[in-house]
């Protein structure tokens, strides 16, 4: 009798527990597998005129091409409604590729590459390298992007695109960047400064006036909270920089959560993203989201 009892008190549990599990594999699945979220902000830059034609920049990160969650299909997708947001800019942050080891498949840098090369932009693409990028063979993807006369990449250096001036730093995880060689870089540029990074961590190092910062590799923790906040973020700062949208000392940082995944090919209570920045004379600033589930 008693141990009846007992059975009848955990059979309840049992079930919650069961259905808590399925719950949250669907939730996972759906997170990881989603087509990007598309975020807007509007920056305000000095460089530009009031009037001046607002210079559109698409800014992907941590594309972590492997399998099952980022083949190469789904990544000519997400360029496809890429190419849709007509674009000025491309900017890419690292992290083209996921050599993980929960990987069902390793994709060549060839194959890693080839859907990049159709992203469309009036002026061009831009590329800085990540840490899996050179864990993986950072010399056989660059040799790949050279293929395209589209894409440029920098490696703590800076170029001009249109109106604006960029600035691309290699890798801070692997302790690759330097900040002062791509400022005298930067420098001999005019136009509004953007600056492009793998890593956030390097914001608080940046010079006061270095307008726009992007940055990924946080994947805003891939797996988060539900309520916001994530137990690992691959930063110093912890949750500081990890997400979203940052302001300091007159700059801007905007932390994308990227598209795939690294370690584990799941996303739960994060989810793919495209950043669209809007860079103008000086206005109002505003951010919003679009879900294009809904």
């Known amino acids: 009798m008693e141990e009846t009892k007992r059975k009848r008190r955990v059979w309840p549990w049992v079930f919650i527990l069961l259905v808590s599990a399925v719950v949250l594999s669907?939730?996972?699945g759906f997170d990881t597998f989603r087509d990007p979220i598309i975020r807007h902000l509007t920056f305000e830059s000095d460089a530009l005129a009031a009037g001046h034609a607002p210079v559109r920049i698409a800014f992907l990160t941590d594309i972590h091409v492997a399998g099952p969650d980022m083949p190469p299909g789904r990544l000519e997708r997400i360029v496809a409604q890429t190419n849709l947001l007509r674009?000025?800019?491309?900017?890419?942050s690292g992290d083209l590729v996921s050599e993980k080891r929960t990987a069902t498949h390793i994709y060549s840098a060839e194959e890693i590459v080839a859907p990049l090369g159709k992203l469309q932009a009036k002026y061009g693409v831009v590329v800085v390298p990540g840490n899996h990028d050179h864990w993986f063979n950072w010399q056989s993807l660059s040799r790949e992007l050279a293929k395209y006369p589209q894409v440029t990449v920098l490696e703590n250096d800076a170029a001009q695109f249109g109106?604006?001036?960029?600035?691309?730093?290699d890798d801070d995880y692997t302790g690759r960047a330097d900040i002062e060689e791509t400022a005298i870089a930067l420098a001999e540029f005019p136009g509004a400064h953007i600056w492009l990074s793998h890593s956030p961590d390097v914001f608080p190092s940046l010079p006061d006036d270095a307008g726009l910062v992007l940055a990924g590799h946080t994947h805003c923790g891939q797996i988060a909270y539900p309520w916001g906040g994530a137990p690992a973020t691959m930063s110093e700062y912890g949750n500081r920089y990890a997400c979203g949208v940052v302001e300091e000392h007159g700059k801007v940082l905007v932390t994308s959560a990227g598209l795939g995944t690294s370690l584990l090919p799941v996303r739960l209570f994060t989810q793919p993203e495209v950043w669209v920045v809007e860079v103008r004379g000086p206005q109002k600033r505003s951010i919003h989201d679009h879900d294009p589930s809904k």
């Open 26 to 28: 669907v939730k996972a």
């Open 87 to 92: 674009p000025d800019l491309v900017a890419i």
């Open 163 to 169: 109106p604006l001036a960029v600035a691309g730093l």
